[in-house]
């Protein structure tokens, strides 16, 4: 199957911002370094095609129910 890049920009809320913040550090613990920004990409290819395809899932639920 074909494939294409895609860039996405997510906006986070303080919480969220927060949260990825102590994750990064726990990160960092272990010895390797990282970004904020490549951690919440790790998270986004470990979640991969299946939570992507939930996204597009919601939707597309949401488009029949305006029965479009």
Do not use: Q, S
Request: glycine fraction near 6%; proline fraction near 1%; charged fraction near 40%.
């Amino acid at each position: 199957m074909e494939r294409e890049e895609f860039t996405v920009t997510y906006e986070l809320d303080e919480r969220m911002v927060n949260r990825l913040n102590r994750l990064t550090e726990r990160w960092r613990a272990m010895g390797k370094e990282i970004t904020p920004e490549e951690l919440f990409g790790f998270a986004m290819t470990m979640d991969g095609d299946m939570g992507i395809k939930n996204y597009l899932d919601v939707v597309d639920r949401f488009l029949k129910r305006k029965r479009v």
